[in-house]
């Protein structure tokens, strides 16, 4: 039991990094991102792919991150500066592209088998369960990082412009700033919030496939923002247990039902999610938890 | 030659589907002002309805005929439940609550018929020889399908009462509604001529291929691209758009494999969105 | 001459919105333009402001050619523009609002945030006082703390000039500052923009009320289907018959 959720713990910090990087995206620049879960498979093919051919973690970890930002990068060059319905198509096709090369390029990434058998973090000194404590850790670690900087972002004056941009970006201009050098830049920084999710994920799964990085993630991560407080970092925390929670709530529904077969239990949860992201927009907006104008 | 003619008919085909998908895409956003991506979900929505028309009666234009009204009751039920509330919003509250509905809908089929294909079982017919061409006549029932929906939806759009106020709330939702123009009815009609027209792009899509409840979804990117190319609110230029997508490729398939035709589709649109972001006919700027 | 307007145009489909509209805009001078509904004021404006493309004609701005530059590169060289609905950053405070349009902040940058607070923090206590003295001239101090989103549609107005004045333009223009702000506000509002324009802030000023205006400008220009049909001192183009044909008789039926 105690295995079970130091698991779930791993899961839901991934989750959480996943969605601050798409928080701070949306809830605080006003990016409509729906390809993110394209970041998280480049990160995680970047290291699964590197570590095939011995590169040592220390190295390959950091590259999931960068290789992340240098996808991000150029996407936000030809497309930021589009409509956010636009962007936000085109963010989907990409990550549907990406998710397109990792099946077909089967000589980096063989293909729909995917990659398996991916080092462990920390295989080397640790085994069980101090191994996945280990892993808890680093993550923890990670997610602090990163919510540190991002209150460090937050208060500075790039964080008040972009917090201006999602408000009017219009108005933005009309003062001389560009707004999309600014929204490159968050692009960018998400993107390697995601990557090294991916990265951590990998190792930790220790298998990766094409079919793990279906745009269902992307949408589970903006169930999690939406619920658990669009603009607020907690708003990251909050809304990954709540997502946990949905998801590890439906494999005991299994559990205790077994005659739903496991593909409709996908379906529902797909339709589940489908109606959170209905009502939530319909009738609560402002998630859970209240309006990002009260920090 | 005779190859690449009949992988350009092949193409037409496909870019019909695309094409009356992109329409039925394009007359939301041109009234609505936002992109639904639950488009390829009402073509899926369609496609099985019309199974169920075709299996009970084995007729295909009975069959044809239920998808169009699924079609249209989707488009109308996601109208009153969804995005009536919406209006005013932000386009984004609508955008992610046109992929909820996507994702509901998937799930719905999914529970009732699983995740395997279906196909419409209709009687293998041999294909006519003109020359050394050959030509399937079911794509040509196909063709000569989605040309006469074209046909309708023109006529609604021009020469009935609605349809002139359809257009008129597209140019200028401000002006109509002052000149009295009941809104209401005009969305409602709206939303059902373009999840008909969606539905019978799904229905076309399920006859040339399988029927599945991906099908749709997996459509939207070249669909919201031959919007874009045709210009958002155009639809002579969404057909236009599509045809020209479908055609493109599958010329390009020998060359760059089958798998990559979706990724083609994203090329293409992320290089209209550069050069022409107003797309071939359009009046809506891309880029704010 | 500061700003010249030389020749703009622009039509939708055949109709010319703005046509060749042409006049200068001395530097420190406070202008009105005004006209009836559908004049081509607003798309005027954003002619001149970059946010609309010109068919054809120039802008300049002290001695600059802008007719092709971006509306970021316009506000840069000192023409910053207001809304005629108001797009104040309605999450952020007042202060905040003014804060955010102070140029040259190298706290935008997110390598001076991480690696040179120290810097960034002297910056903002300078920018910070500049923004608190901006308050007080506007008579914002009791809201300076509130979200600009719960602010009524005349101080929202304040916050737009307020940002508009940090960011240290030399040319401000006001698209209809007085549209839907009530009178004692709209008194208060002339003479902050007289006491500005007295600083030596050139002030083009876009206006369907013509009462507030006419006190306020030097110059008034008139605009009637795009074509301006008179130009002169507020008194003398009032008396125009062509401008009473178009906009008194257009306004009084």
Redesign the interface.
Known sequence: MDAYLIAIAIITAIYVLLALGLNLQYGLTGIVNFGHVGFFCVGAYTTAILSEHGVPLVVSFPLAAVLAMAFAWPLGLVSIRLREDYFAIVSLGFSEVVRLVATSERWLTNGVQGIAGIPKLFAGWLTGPAQSYAVLGLLVAFNALAILAMLRIVRSPFGRMIEAIRDNEEAVKALGKDPAGFKIQVLVLGAALAGLAGAVYAHYIGYISPEQFLPLITFQIWMAIIMGGVGRISGALVGAGILMLFLEGSRFLRDVMPFISEVSMASVRLGVVGLALILFTMYRPQGLMGDFTRK | MSGFLELAISGLMSGLVIGLAALALTLVFGVAR??N?ATGDFMTCGAYAALLGFGATGSMVVGGAVGLAAGALVGMVSYLL?FR??EG?P???????S??????I???L??VY??GQQVFQLPLVRPWRVYDLRIQPNDLKIGITALVALLVVFLVLHATPIGRRMRAVADDPMLARVSGIAPRQVMLALWALSGAVAALAGVLLGIKTVVS?EMGWEM??PV?AAA?LGGIGHPVGAILAGVLLGVLQEIATPYV?F??K??L??VI??AV??VR?KGLFGRV???? | MTLAIQGLTKAYGGLHVVNDVRFEVPSGALVGVIGPNGAGKSTLFSLITGFLAADAGDVSFEGRSLGRASPMERARAGMVRTFQVPREFSHLTVRENLLAAAPGQSGERLIDTFFRPGRVKAEEAAIAREAAETIDFLRLAKVADVPAGRLSGGQKKLVELGRALMTGARMILLDEPFAGVNPVLIEELSVRIRELNGRGIGFLIIEHDLAALNKLVSTLHVMDRGVLIASGAPAEVLGNPRVRDAYLGGAAA
């Not at chain 2, 386009?91 to 609550?97: E, K």
């Not at chain 2, 992929?99 to 509901?104: A, L, P, Q, T, Y």
């Not at chain 2, 700027?285 to 704010?288: A, F, P, Q, W």
């Open positions: 936002f992109a991506a969804v509330t919406l919003r386009s984004v509250s609508a955008l992610l609550a992929i909820g509905i996507g994702f509901v998937r799930a719905v999914g529970v699983g995740h409840p939207l990117i919201f874009v494999g798998t990559y979706l990724a589709a994203f649109l992320l969105l550069l972001p700027e891309g880029v704010r």
